[in-house]
């Protein structure tokens, strides 16, 4: 996509990736990126709002990791933090702009409007991170393994390039769960941010709340969890203590990300309950907490108010949801 400084020419480095490709399939390289959730250095090392973008670009290319597009921002940019020329304006040395460096030309070729707001800036963060999952899909990096690699070589003629995006993607993402619970887990990870709103959210998205709610769109607790489980292709009830019934009871030592978590004022009455999370994995949980706070992840174990308050947890079936 750009000149690599320090690289060796495109005609030498062409042959040398070939051989490399040849070597590792989809299923044996070691540095294919994980797809999973953001580790705890991912969520240290990337602002908010570049997580949410990366996640939402990713979903326009079907089997493109977030933690690709992920690293090739770190690697370009910082994530938009660099202070050299041609980030935020103009161009650097090799003619390339904005944060996720494309050359006029290229974004010309596969701009987008990731932010709906009109416009198509290569400066703009949201559309160049959409802008950088259009080129790369447009390489087939949705299929893995050597067409990922082959993309990625694409948006840097460098093999060193390669290695080292594959490389902090697998730093970025944990290792995928599986089933319907990993399909919910990603659904609540995509909205990471949204801010908390009474009453607010459905199984199709955000939506305005309601009472103290009404003038913001977002979700509150059980609505981010009834979203997430719709995405997985369960429905379950819209209310926190009632989606307590939808799905097996789970033992904590079972817990499984996205499975349900549930916290209760009454322990021994499941009425009480009046909270629910979306099981992380590792001790934690994504959640909507509370009026002026946004979706995010929060520590479950060893958390003192959540140990007092849990009340058990449940993983959503087709078989018992509601219907």
Request: aromatic letters at 8%.
């Amino acid at each position: 996509m750009k000149a690599a400084a320090a690289a060796v020419t495109a005609a030498l480095a062409l042959p040398l990736l070939l051989v490399l490709l040849g070597a590792a399939s989809p299923s044996s390289t070691t540095t294919e990126p994980l797809s999973g959730a953001p580790t705890a250095y991912a969520r240290k090392d990337i602002p908010p709002e570049y997580l949410r973008w990366y996640m939402d670009a990713a979903q326009t290319c079907p089997g493109l990791s977030w933690s690709v597009l992920a690293a090739i921002g770190s690697i370009e940019t910082d994530h938009g933090r660099s202070t050299l020329p041609g980030v935020r304006a103009g161009e650097n040395h090799a003619g390339a702009g904005g944060p996720m460096q494309f050359l006029s030309a290229t974004w010309n070729a596969y701009a987008a409007d990731g932010d709906h707001d009109g416009r198509k800036d290569r400066y703009n963060p949201a559309d160049a991170i959409h802008g950088a999952a259009n080129y790369l899909c447009a390489n087939h990096a949705g299929q893995g393994g050597k067409h990922l690699h082959r993309a990625i070589w694409h948006y840097n003629h460098a093999d060193w390039y390669v290695r080292k995006v594959l490389t902090q993607a697998a730093r970025y993402a944990a290792p995928t769960a599986t089933g319907r619970g990993a399909v919910a887990l990603r659904a609540a990870l995509r909205w990471l941010g949204t801010p908390y709103s009474w009453g607010g959210g459905s199984p199709s998205g955000p939506t305005y709340g309601i009472a103290h709610g009404s003038g913001t769109k977002g979700f509150d607790c059980s609505g981010l969890t009834q979203h997430a489980w719709a995405k997985a292709g369960v429905r379950i009830a819209r209310v926190a203590a009632d989606q307590y019934d939808d799905g097996p009871h789970v033992p904590r030592a079972q817990l499984q990300p996205g499975d349900l978590l549930f916290f209760a004022h009454n322990l021994s009455n499941p009425r009480s309950i009046h909270h629910v999370a979306i099981y992380y994995g590792q001790g934690r949980m994504i959640h909507a907490p509370q009026t002026g706070d946004v979706v995010r992840i929060a520590r479950f174990t060893g958390d003192a108010y959540r140990e007092r308050q849990y009340a058990g947890a449940t993983r959503p079936s087709p078989r018992r949801s509601h219907l």
